[in-house]
Structure formats: structure tokens, C-alpha cells
């Protein structure tokens, strides 16, 4: 029933390691993003895809490397992980590129680097 | 200046109170607005979209003054479950981006 989902919840790692975080969305929707929340709650975008293809990457150091295998996934690698990576990443997702549509969001993934 | 700005808050109000949150944003050529509503520890999900008109779902209203380039949400006859982070949103037409503010805290007291 999730309509957008993420794994893993949480993710604890040191410094200088390479994750992964993954995303599903089951809405049919053609467009997807990758968000951070820091500390102070600010949400940011990182990516945005359509249909599989990259539209935004909002200078995001090039450690983090997005994959749309298909336009119902799109997972978020993160290389040489730094401490100032530890935030939540929200996955989301919209039925178009279009600015007035709604954008669901995954429940996140807590990534803290020690 | 940050593109979408927000009070950030903490607003403590009794429940029954009516509450006003504002929000303003910079790029003119804003296309789109929103507040989504952000509960602790979860994801932002969409309160509702903001018209030129103005519009109201239930007890909640929001409005838009593109001259001003100012958004606002007002929630009357507060309830304990209003309690959340409420995050002034823009769409600029760049490829699905959303813009959020700082977000707004809002606790209701009973």
C-alpha cells in the first residue's frame, strides 16, 4: 500500500564508507527526487528524474551518484562518506515535471556519519 | 536573501485559537505555491495548494499576493492535531524543484 517507500530507515556509518539508499514508488509516476533535510530542518533538493533521465542535480558534490534503473526507482549512492552527509534524505515523487503537482514523499532515511 | 522566507517560530497557541503563519518568496516568476505540513520525525505531506483566488479547506485558508510576492495560511478553532512544522512551499517551473522554507512550528496547547 506505500505509495512511496525507502530502505533502510536508518543508517549509521563512518566516515569514509560508501551507502546506499533505495526508493520505489508504486503511483505510476513518471517524475522522482532526492531531497536532504539538515540539522536545522531545511529541506533541499539534491536530484530530480523523468522517465529515468536526470533533470535536475542542484550542485551536489559529485560523491553522490543517483540510478533510475526504471521510473519506479530511483536509489541515491553516496561515496567517502563525510560527517556533514548525516541528515535525512527524502525520496519523492510527482506524475509530471509539471510545477503544480503534488510531490509525494517517502517516510526518509536518518543517515548519521560518525 | 533566501528565496522562500518563514517566521520559523515556535508558535504556542491554545486550542480554539486562530493562528495566521506568513510566508514570502523572491523569484517573481514563481509559478506555483504550497504549504505542506511536516510532523516530527516524518515526511512533508501536501496541506493544500495556494490559488491567487485564495482558498479554504475546512478550517484552514490560504492566500496569495503575487504583487507582494507573500503567501499566508490562517487555521481557525486550532486543534491538538494541528501541532506539526508547516513549510511554505514554491514551485519554479525548474524541473519539478520544490523550494521550501524554514517551516513554521506550530504547537497547540490544550
Known amino acids: 500500500d506505500t505509495a512511496v517507500s525507502q530502505t533502510p530507515k536508518y543508517l549509521v556509518t563512518q566516515m569514509g564508507n560508501d551507502k546506499s539508499i533505495k526508493c520505489e514508488q508504486n503511483?505510476?509516476?513518471?517524475?522522482m527526487y532526492w531531497y536532504k533535510q539538515d540539522s536545522k530542518k531545511f529541506l533541499k533538493i539534491m536530484f530530480s528524474?523523468?522517465?529515468?533521465?536526470?533533470?535536475i542535480n542542484e550542485t551536489v558534490p559529485n560523491r553522490f551518484s543517483p540510478k533510475s534503473p526504471d521510473k519506479a526507482h530511483l536509489n541515491l549512492h553516496i561515496n567517502s562518506l563525510e560527517l556533514g552527509d548525516s541528515a535525512v534524505y527524502f525520496c519523492a515523487s510527482s506524475q509530471d515535471l509539471a510545477g503544480h503537482n503534488e510531490q509525494f514523499f517517502g517516510p526518509g532515511t536518518r543517515l548519521t556519519v560518525l | 536573501r533566501k528565496e522562500v522566507e518563514q517566521d520559523p517560530g515556535p508558535f504556542n497557541v491554545p486550542e480554539g485559537a486562530t493562528v495566521a503563519f506568513n510566508c514570502t518568496y523572491s523569484?517573481?516568476?514563481?509559478?506555483?505555491f504550497f504549504w505542506y505540513r511536516q510532523d516530527c520525525r516524518k515526511e512533508p505531506k501536501l496541506l493544500m495548494s495556494?490559488?491567487?483566488s485564495g482558498n479554504e479547506d475546512g478550517r484552514f485558508t490560504a492566500q496569495l499576493n503575487r504583487a507582494s510576492q507573500y503567501i499566508s495560511l490562517l487555521i481557525r478553532d486550532s486543534k491538538l492535531s494541528d501541532s506539526a512544522t508547516y513549510l511554505c512551499?514554491?514551485?519554479?517551473?525548474?524541473?519539478?524543484?520544490?523550494?521550501f522554507g524554514q517551516g513554521t512550528e506550530l504547537s497547540v496547547k490544550p
Open positions: 528524474y523523468n522517465n529515468k533521465e536526470l533533470i
Open positions: 495556494v490559488y491567487s
Open positions: 523569484n517573481s516568476a514563481s509559478q506555483s
Open positions: 512551499v514554491v514551485n519554479n517551473n525548474q524541473g519539478g524543484k520544490l523550494i
Open positions: 503511483l505510476g509516476h513518471d517524475t
